[in-house]
Each structure stands twice: as C-alpha cells, then as structure tokens.
C-alpha cells in the first residue's frame, strides 16, 4: 500500500470523464480538487464548463483518448496526485432500459470499459465513478471492480441516498471511490429525515409564475404551456397524490390498463415538506413524473431543476439568451451529477488523503 504524507499539504488534480456541464466537476472545485480537464461528446456543454470550472473542455469520444494524451497534456507533474472521476451516461443501466431487449448491443453500454481503460493507461492515484444503483448488479460493473483490485486498488462503493448530504432531491445513486493509499472511508451523514431539505427551502422563494410563462427577474424561470386537459388535470391533483385522484374522464388509457397502476407519480404534483423527485431530462414535462409545482398549476422551471440539482444560482448555463432552450437544458440539467453530490465525494477524498474535516450544511 502507498501512503501519502498525511504531513504534507498534496496538490490533487482531476479529469472528469463524461464532464457534461461540470456538475461532478463543481462539486470537487468547491472541496478544493482543481478540475484540469473535461471530456464530453457534447460541445453545447462547452461553455458552461468551461465558465464555471475553469478547465479545458475536450469534445472527444471517449473511445478515442488515450492514456498518453491525458498525461502529456493535462498530468504533466509527477509529484501531483491524479484523480480520475466520471459518470458514465446511465441509460444503458438504466430500470427503463433494462427493459429493452438487445440492451447489450448499445454503444454506451461499452463506455464504463472505456474508463477502464483509460485507468490501466494513465494509474490515478484516485478514481471514482457516479451512476445509477442498477449498475452494481451488472456483470460490467463487476469487471470494472475486478479490474480496478487487480490494478492494486482498494475499491469501496455503495448507495448514496441524495438527502442525507443535504440535496432536496429523492436521488439513490451508485458512489465508486477507489485509491492506491488505502480503505476509502465516506464522509459521516450531514442530514437525516428530521433536517433534510425540502422543497420549501429549496424553491420557496422564487417569483410564482402561471404555465407557459417566463419571470421577468429571470430567464431560467420558464415553463412549458400546459395544454387545457393537463391545466384540468393538474388543478385535480394533489401533493404526494396520484392521477387516481382524478375523474374517471380525466384519465389516459394507459391508467385503465392493468400495467398502468405501476406509474402512479407521473402526473403527480410534488410537496413543498419532502425532498424533490428524481430530476430527470424531462423534469419540465408535466407528464413524465411527478414534476408538478405544489401549489401552481404547471411543472417546475429551468430554475427550479437547477436549484433541485443543487446547481447555484450564479452558475452560468449559457451564453445568449437564444441559447435557452427547454430540452437543451433540460439535458444538460437533468443529466449532470448534483455539484453537492460532487462536494461530498470531493470532500470524501480530501480527508483520506488528510484534508481538512467536512463542516454540516
């Protein structure tokens, strides 16, 4: 086993895999690991991460960068410890993908041996990995553990439930930490049930705005216009209820089917004293989960889902107002990792290697 000088203040410097807008990498720049570099395929993330995080952006297919490339470019200093993070696009592992059949012939099904890779070429001292929990029960994650002790690393991971480190958001989430030093030991719980955040605090604060509209204050504050059936059907609905609350004439034919009782949140409105949803790519879409305002007759904002993701509020998401886009943004919100779930694995790496002790939110 290497051991650092627990004596000696250590410089860190990460890559981040699959960056997207830089939520992870934010969260790691916030527990002090300078974040040197991002690789995405998507450049319409370009510029929100490279205005917030102040590293390089690399529009590259994973596939395609080699080890060598990360080292001479980015990992120059040999005295600097290097760590690796990434969250490999979760629609391959996805429970809805894991319905469809033929799901090992995706391409991004191949992108977690990609990182794999990508460890043996460049040996960070560190690595973690974010994804969602049916990955652990994957034949390709357990290679992936496999090949990191085979590697000489000792490898943790588990579920990590969102509100138990402060995030307003119902968000289970697979955590790999793996390090040459030794046993990685996550950071203690900050919340638990009786002080988690909830919606209330999260968005309580923001302008009310009707369905279809933009505040005047901020542009991110918009919403989808919901059509005349969906206004009747939200005005029917109830916090932490379902569509069965609804008249019989009011529901879709999907709800009279017998598998239709397996999706009893979408339509739903959320609760002002519960953590959100599970924010998603289609957060604003009324109709895809339980993304309807508690008390206003519409889905959440841009803003809201930002807030929800733990985004803050000064984080800059682009570059001209034509920029905003709903399902522009609704992607690169909904897919990035919450910075806050970034600080505390920044902040988990931090005191293994002799950090400065993490404060409660």
């Not at 990360?70 to 629609?91: D, E, F, M, S």
């Not at 609804?246 to 004293?273: F, P, Q």
Request: aromatic share 10%; net charge positive; charged share 25%.
């Amino acid at each position: 086993m290497v051991s650092p000088n627990k004596n000696e203040k250590k410089s860190l410097s990460a890559i981040d895999l699959f960056c997207g807008i830089g939520g992870l990498s934010y969260g790691l720049k916030k527990a002090g690991i300078p974040v040197i570099a991002g690789i995405d395929m998507d450049d319409s993330c370009q510029y929100a991460f490279e205005k917030n995080i102040k590293g390089t952006f690399v529009k590259k297919d994973i596939a395609t960068v080699k080890g060598k490339e990360l080292k001479r470019k980015y990992w120059k200093n040999k005295n600097t410890i290097k760590v690796l993070v990434g969250c490999a696009p979760c629609q391959p592992f996805s429970s809805h993908t894991n319905k469809i059949k033929n799901k090992k012939r995706s391409v991004r099904w191949k992108l977690l041996n990609e990182f794999s890779r990508l460890i043996k070429e460049t040996v960070p001292e560190i690595v973690s990995m974010e994804n969602v929990p049916n990955l652990g029960n994957q034949k390709i994650f357990k290679d992936f553990v496999t090949s990191l002790k085979k590697q000489n690393y000792f490898v943790t991971y588990t579920n990590i439930y969102c509100p138990d480190y402060g995030i307003p958001q119902k968000r289970l989430r697979l955590v790999l930490l793996a390090s040459k030093f030794g046993n990685v030991e996550f950071i203690p719980k900050t919340n638990s049930p009786e002080n988690y955040v909830n919606l209330k605090k999260a968005i309580g604060h923001l302008q009310p705005i009707e369905s279809g509209t933009i505040s005047e204050n901020d542009p991110l504050h918009r919403t989808t216009k919901l059509s005349n059936i969906n206004l009747k059907r939200i005005r029917t609905s109830k916090p932490k209820g379902t569509w069965l609350d609804w008249e019989k004439d009011l529901r879709l034919k999907c709800h009279k089917k017998k598998s239709g009782n397996s999706y009893k949140s979408v339509y739903g409105r959320m609760s002002w004293d519960e953590p959100s949803s599970t924010i998603t790519t289609q957060f604003y879409n009324y109709g895809t989960g339980r993304f309807g305002h508690p008390e206003q007759d519409r889905a959440i904002t841009i803003r809201e889902a930002a807030l929800l993701q733990t985004f803050p509020i000064d984080y800059k998401f682009y570059q001209k107002k034509e920029d905003i886009l709903l399902t522009k943004l609704g992607t690169h919100i909904g897919n990035a990792v919450p910075p806050d779930l970034g600080y505390m694995i920044g902040k988990t790496i931090q005191n293994h290697i002799g950090g400065t002790n993490v404060t409660k939110k």
